[in-house]
């Protein structure tokens, strides 16, 4: 126990008077000169928005409730649905959360018809939805 603790004190005194030599050194060689930068000569930053950034947001309704969203930013076209607990799920349990990621159509594949023309994909794409059946 007493070597134990002298070698302690031993270690410690020794690593205070390392610290204090490192610190007391002076430097050998002088400060690098800052030279002054002139502020007045640099215009602003300017942000601003990119052409083509429209944003459209379509929705799909059933019995007054929205059962999808298409959102359209520039090249991005991405879908959200809300999130329909399954069961008995309660609004604050892990399956029952109302939020849901927004989903991306990466491919789609439709072998029974003929390939459309790009032109008539767009218009297809661009049609507004048709009006509900009355009653």
Avoid: C
Avoid at 19 to 29: E, F, I, L
Avoid at 30 to 40: F, N, Q, T, V
Avoid at 58 to 81: D, I, L, M, P
Avoid at 102 to 128: I, R, T, Y
Wanted: glycine share 8%; net charge positive.
């Amino acid at each position: 126990m007493m070597r134990t603790l002298y070698i302690r004190h031993f270690l410690a005194l020794s690593l205070l008077a390392l610290s204090a030599a490192a610190g007391a050194q002076t430097p050998s060689s002088a400060p690098p000169k800052l030279e002054k930068i002139d502020e007045s000569g640099d215009a602003p930053i300017t942000v601003t928005a990119k052409p083509g950034g429209e944003k459209s947001i379509s929705e799909k309704r059933e019995q007054g409730k929205v059962t999808e969203a298409k959102v359209k930013t520039g090249k991005s076209t991405y879908y959200v649905k809300p999130n329909s607990p399954a069961g008995s799920a309660q609004p604050g349990d892990l399956a029952g959360s109302a939020n849901r990621g927004p989903q991306w159509k990466v491919m789609e594949f439709d072998l029974g018809k003929k390939k459309k023309s790009p032109k008539e994909q767009e218009a297809a794409e661009n049609a507004p939805p048709p009006a509900p059946p009355a009653k």
